[in-house]
């Protein structure tokens, strides 16, 4: 007799992670497998500019339209019999605001894995666990000019390997993670957890890109989150760890030395009423260099804290969050604390659901600079240029603008 293998073609609307459906009773010379087409248009046109900059140069307003973070994605499962299943994923940006080709395939979460009772684990390039972990406080969900990663995680919103080619992707903790195995717990009793392993790879040999082969430095990447979410209530506490990753040798343009840049964050948000959310996040970062252009060890110590609250009634829905970004505390080789370093963000957003795939929304969004920070928009910066070399210190971004979003 022969079998039968089902093969469905759907198209769902989803923001990111692979949620698939509980595993069916099957035997193994029964394997059910599906295909799937996902997506997300995410469109808006904006009026941005950055001015103020204690020095170098500012950036008049102008307007733009921006594509942010729009997606299309593939992703298949294949039902292995006993409670096992088999999954891939194949996510790519697409800049519909101008069809750059920045946008390349799988160049956003993608992977290969196994799901069974045990969990879930998988490899390839994916959002890291600790920028999952409060992701969800974020109206925008981290995407667009008011993200919270204008403030949280350092220096904007990154996908890259352990390293990095610039300053901004070195020092993020807001980061997708090229090269990576993640395993994710199941869930108990409100219970789960992510851990990942961010492998050394091409990021060994080109200092471009991490280091040069010749500094017996081998660049690398932990990380891991737990959460618990009963009802109205989810709490979460993070935490990530960056070896080799040069940051402070980028910041000071010193030569490659060994190094350990850590990070750990908690947070908590309560729904009232089905209505009303209110949310808090405590972040602390800390980057150290072994040593600095033959001075010795130096560490740069940042604490930052996010509030945000939402309110949603029938297809209606309202946010207003704040952002700090607290004072550069340096030590090591003579640096002392950096004065006037400090930055803060406010942002609101209003969105109108025509439908569960169809969204128009309006956002506004200011981030204040102290005379020696230089926080950015943590999506779609300012400039396209150099992401934080751009504005200038001292110099203040802040936008508004009207978008829409359409999921398929």
């Given at each position: 007799m022969m079998k039968l293998k089902r093969i469905t073609l759907a198209c769902i609307g989803v923001f990111g992670v692979p949620t698939f459906a509980a595993a069916q009773s099957l035997t193994a010379s029964a394997p059910l497998s599906s295909v799937q087409i996902y997506g997300t248009i995410?469109?808006?046109?904006?009026?941005?500019e950055a001015k103020g900059a204690a020095s170098?140069?500012?950036?008049?307003?102008?307007?733009?339209?921006?594509?942010?973070?729009s997606n299309i994605g593939f992703r298949g499962r294949e039902e292995?019999?006993?409670?096992?299943?088999?999954?891939?994923?194949?996510?790519?940006?697409?800049?519909?605001?101008?069809?750059?080709?920045?946008?390349?395939?799988?160049?956003?979460?993608?992977?290969?894995?196994?799901?069974?009772?045990?969990?879930?684990?998988?490899?390839?390039?994916?959002?890291?666990?600790?920028?999952?972990?409060?992701?969800?406080?974020?109206?925008?969900?981290?995407?667009?000019?008011?993200?919270?990663?204008?403030i949280m995680g350092s220096t904007?919103?990154?996908?890259?390997?352990?390293?990095?080619?610039?300053?901004?992707?070195?020092?993020?903790?807001?980061?997708?993670?090229?090269?990576v195995i993640?395993?994710?717990?199941?869930?108990?009793?409100?219970?789960?957890?992510?851990?990942?392993?961010?492998?050394?790879?091409?990021?060994?040999?080109?200092?471009?890109?991490?280091?040069?082969?010749?500094?017996?430095?081998?660049p690398s990447l932990?990380?891991?989150?737990?959460?618990?979410?009963?009802?109205?209530?989810?709490?979460?506490?993070a935490f990530e760890e960056h070896k080799d990753f040069q940051s402070l040798n980028t910041l000071f343009a010193a030569p490659a030395s060994g190094g350990r840049d850590r990070a750990w964050k908690a947070g908590v948000s309560y729904k009232?009423?089905?209505?009303?959310?209110?949310?808090?996040?405590?972040?602390?970062?800390?980057?150290?260099?072994?040593?600095?252009?033959?001075?010795?060890?130096?560490?740069?110590?940042v604490d930052n804290w996010y509030l945000v609250g939402k309110y949603e009634t029938g297809a209606h829905n309202i946010a207003v969050s704040y952002g700090q970004k607290g004072k550069e505390k340096l030590s090591g080789a003579g640096f002392t604390d950096l004065d006037d370093s400090k930055a803060h963000q406010i942002s609101a957003r209003y969105s109108y659901g025509f439908s569960?795939?169809?969204?128009?929304?309006?956002?506004?969004?200011r981030i204040t600079n102290e005379s020696n920070a230089f926080q950015n928009f943590g999506n779609s910066p300012i400039t396209p240029t150099n992401l934080f070399r751009d504005p200038s210190r001292g110099a203040d971004p802040q936008g508004y603008g009207v978008g829409m979003i359409h999921t398929f």
């Open positions: 995410n469109v808006d046109v904006e009026s941005v170098g140069q500012n950036f008049e307003r102008r307007g733009r339209v921006t594509s942010n973070s292995l019999g006993y409670g096992l299943a088999a999954w891939f994923q194949v996510e790519s940006q697409v800049n519909v605001d101008d069809g750059t080709s920045s946008g390349f395939w799988a160049s956003r979460n993608s992977g290969l894995g196994l799901q069974g009772n045990w969990g879930q684990f998988l490899l390839g390039q994916w959002d890291s666990p600790y920028k999952v972990s409060t992701v969800r406080f974020d109206p925008t969900g981290d995407v667009g000019i008011a993200g919270y990663s204008g904007g919103s990154v996908t890259a390997g352990q390293g990095g080619s610039n300053f901004a992707q070195r020092a993020s903790f807001e980061r997708r993670v090229s090269n993640q395993y994710w717990t199941p869930t108990f009793s409100g219970l789960s957890g992510r851990f990942a392993y961010g492998t050394t790879d091409t990021s060994l040999g080109s200092a471009s890109t991490g280091v040069a082969e010749s500094t017996n430095l081998k932990w990380a891991a989150m737990a959460a618990y979410e009963s009802g109205p209530l989810y709490a979460t506490l009232f009423a089905s209505a009303f959310t209110v949310g808090g996040i405590f972040e602390s970062l800390e980057y150290r260099a072994d040593d600095i252009n033959g001075l010795g060890e130096v560490k740069r110590k569960k795939r169809t969204q128009l929304y309006a956002i506004a969004t």
